[in-house]
């Protein structure tokens, strides 16, 4: 479950599926919107909801996340998985299955949507151009788990396989601004048992 704002109502996006469609529910009313869409095929679907905007994205098949504006009731874009660059290390020696999304996470302002693939690639769409437009990709680790913005949007935490990254979601290409690599630091004892699973930053991104 989480939480944003729409109208001045706090309501909660819930991923559950009412005829294979995500649906919306309005604590202080007691009324849920459904997401006019389906499910094109049977998977744990993701959603993601943002906190200024009344926007949620959910996958309707691994590789397509539908945008869908809650207050109008009518999903805005389909997002589909851009081609990556063949020259990733790794990446493309991976089944096409193995490039499913596996995390989302809007930017506390709205303007950006960042998503993570299994295999470890990263896009951000910029939501301010219509239709919205992939603003950057990049690729460094694999077994994604989660996807964390800093309160200002100036940067992205990744969670996965070897630790941390901190990107700049607006320069992905560049690579990782820094990151934590249990690896690195002598502390990588196998891949399950140093997995990070999610991660939070404090309010003045530090």
Same mark, same amino acid.
């Given at each position: 479950?989480?939480?944003?704002?729409?109208?001045?109502?706090?309501?909660?996006?819930?991923?559950?599926?009412?005829?294979?469609?995500?649906?919306?529910?309005?604590?202080?009313?007691?009324?849920?919107?459904? #997401?006019? +869409?389906?499910?094109?095929?049977?998977? @744990?679907? %993701?959603? &993601? =909801?943002? !906190?200024?905007?009344?926007?949620?994205?959910?996958?309707?098949?691994?590789?397509?996340?539908?945008?869908?504006?809650?207050?109008?009731?009518?999903?805005?874009?389909?997002?589909?998985?851009?081609?990556?660059?063949?020259?990733?290390?790794?990446?493309?020696?991976?089944?096409?299955?193995?490039?499913?999304? #596996?995390? +989302?996470?809007?930017?506390?302002?709205? @303007?950006? %949507?960042? &998503? =993570?693939? !299994?295999?470890?690639?990263?896009?951000?769409?910029?939501?301010?151009?219509?239709?919205?437009?992939?603003?950057?990709?990049?690729?460094?680790?694999?077994?994604?788990?989660?996807?964390?913005?800093?309160?200002?949007?100036?940067?992205?935490?990744?969670?996965?396989?070897?630790?941390?990254?901190?990107?700049?979601?607006?320069?992905?290409?560049?690579?990782?601004?820094?990151?934590?690599?249990?690896?690195?630091?002598?502390?990588?004892?196998?891949?399950?048992?140093?997995?990070?699973?999610?991660?939070?930053?404090?309010?003045?991104?530090?």
């Amino acid at each position: 479950i989480r939480d944003y704002k729409v109208t001045g109502v706090q309501t909660c996006a819930l991923p559950i599926c009412r005829n294979g469609a995500p649906v919306v529910w309005n604590p202080a009313t007691g009324t849920v919107a459904e #997401a006019p +869409l389906q499910r094109t095929s049977p998977f @744990d679907a %993701l959603i &993601a =909801a943002a !906190e200024q905007t009344p926007l949620v994205a959910t996958t309707i098949n691994p590789q397509t996340i539908a945008l869908w504006d809650v207050g109008e009731n009518r999903v805005l874009e389909n997002l589909t998985l851009p081609e990556f660059p063949k020259d990733w290390p790794g990446a493309q020696f991976r089944e096409s299955s193995d490039h499913n999304f #596996a995390a +989302l996470r809007f930017s506390p302002q709205g @303007d950006l %949507l960042a &998503a =993570a693939t !299994e295999v470890g690639e990263v896009i951000v769409w910029d939501l301010t151009s219509n239709p919205p437009r992939v603003l950057d990709m990049g690729y460094r680790m694999p077994m994604v788990q989660d996807l964390r913005f800093t309160r200002d949007g100036r940067r992205l935490f990744q969670t996965g396989a070897i630790g941390v990254l901190v990107w700049d979601p607006r320069q992905l290409n560049q690579g990782p601004v820094t990151e934590f690599n249990w690896h690195d630091r002598g502390l990588l004892v196998n891949r399950s048992s140093s997995m990070v699973h999610t991660i939070d930053c404090s309010p003045d991104g530090r």
